[in-house]
């Protein structure tokens, strides 16, 4: 894969992280859980940053190994395959706490 065509996948995940932090502002957990748009919306970009993540090609995975892509990617495959139900604490901790680094980690690197 050509360093163009990654690239465009690490933008994609930092600007769909920007959409989690976008949809979640504003609200105590409580709220978010029943908002229903919001939290549709937020739950749909925390899959589609891991989607974007299994396209980053290994080496280059290995480079950046701030980021860390097997959690990013196994949080997607949880979300994905969870019609059980979603851990709302859990999906709560990742928004506060591993999007915002996650968007320090992603701007590193696609901003130099």
Avoid: C
């Amino acid at each position: 894969m050509s360093e163009r065509a990654w690239r465009f996948y690490l933008n994609d995940m930092l600007g769909f992280a920007e959409n989690v932090l976008t949809y979640s502002e504003d609200f105590t957990q409580e709220e978010f859980i029943t908002t229903g748009l919001n939290y549709d919306a937020t739950v749909r970009n925390l899959e589609l940053i891991g989607e974007a993540a299994t396209h980053i090609p290994t080496e280059i995975r290995e480079t950046y190994n701030a980021i860390p892509w097997r959690q990013v990617i196994a949080t997607r495959n949880r979300l994905i395959h969870g019609y059980l139900g979603i851990d709302n604490d859990t999906l709560w901790n990742i928004i506060q706490k591993d999007i915002p680094i996650l968007i320090t980690a992603l701007e590193k690197i696609t901003h130099g």
